[in-house]
C-alpha cells in the first residue's frame, strides 16, 4: 500500500522543497489549504509546476506576484478526487510558513500539509471531501493525529484558506473523530468546540 511515507494510491510528483523535521517532532496536526493557479483555473499543471521549481513565471500576469517562491504541500487533492503526493510524509514539506497552533509554533514542523484545487472561500467538490477523509485516515494510521486546521487557524490574519466554502462538520462527519479535533467553532448536530 505504501512505501516510508509515501503511499500507494496517490500518483508521485517529488518535490524539492522539502528538508529533516527537527529530531523529536511529533507530527499531530493535519493542515488544510487551497490553491489554484492562477486563482480559479481548476486542472492544469501549474501547481504541481510550482511545487516541483518548474512554473514558468511568464506563462501568466499573475505568476509574477509569486514569482521565486519554494513551497510545496505533502498532498494535492483534485477537483476531481484524485490524489497527488509531492513530499515523504516523514519530511518536513513548506507549506505552513510562519504559524503557530496550539501554543506550538513552525506548523511545518509537526504537520502534514494538504491542499485541495480550489478557490479560497469557494466551495469544494464531494469527490475532494471523500478523499480527503480517506487521506486523513491514512495519516492517522501512520502519525498521532491529534488535529486537523486549516491554513488560516494556524496564520490568522496572514492566510484565509480554505476559506469559508470548506465545509468543516462534513468531514469531521466523514471522519467521525471528535469535534476537539477541529478549529473551534465547528459544530455538528448543534454541538461546538469549546
Known amino acids: 500500500m505504501s512505501a516510508g511515507g509515501w ?4 500518483r508521485r510528483c517529488p518535490s524539492p522543497n522539502v528538508d529533516e523535521r527537527p529530531e523529536g517532532a511529533q507530527v499531530d496536526l493535519i493542515v488544510v489549504h487551497s490553491i489554484s493557479l492562477p486563482p480559479g483555473v481548476f486542472g492544469g499543471d501549474a501547481v504541481e509546476r510550482l511545487f516541483t521549481n518548474c512554473l ?10 509569486i514569482r521565486g517562491i519554494r513551497v510545496s504541500a505533502h498532498f494535492l487533492v ?19 510558513g510562519a504559524s503557530c497552533w496550539r501554543g506550538r ?3 511545518n514542523d509537526d504537520s502534514i500539509g494538504v491542499e485541495l484545487e480550489g478557490l479560497e472561500g469557494g466551495l469544494f467538490e464531494a469527490a475532494q471531501y471523500a478523499t480527503l477523509a480517506r487521506l486523513c485516515h491514512a495519516i492517522a494510521r501512520r502519525f498521532p ?6 491554513h488560516e487557524h494556524i496564520a490568522p490574519g496572514r492566510k484565509h484558506d480554505p476559506g469559508n466554502g470548506f465545509d468543516w462538520p462534513r468531514l469531521q462527519r466523514l471522519l467521525g ?3 476537539a ?6 459544530t455538528t448536530n448543534g454541538n ?3
Open 56 to 65: 514558468d513565471w511568464d506563462a501568466h500576469p499573475y505568476f509574477q506576484q
Open 145 to 150: 493525529i491529534a488535529h486537523v486546521a486549516g
Open 7 to 10: 503511499l500507494g494510491w496517490a
Open 181 to 186: 479535533c477541529f478549529p473551534p467553532g465547528v
Open 177 to 179: 473523530w471528535p469535534l
Open 78 to 96: 483534485r477537483r476531481d478526487g484524485s490524489l497527488v503526493q509531492f513530499a515523504d510524509m516523514h519530511a518536513r514539506a513548506w507549506h505552513a
Open 192 to 194: 461546538s468546540v469549546a
Open 105 to 107: 509554533e513552525r506548523c
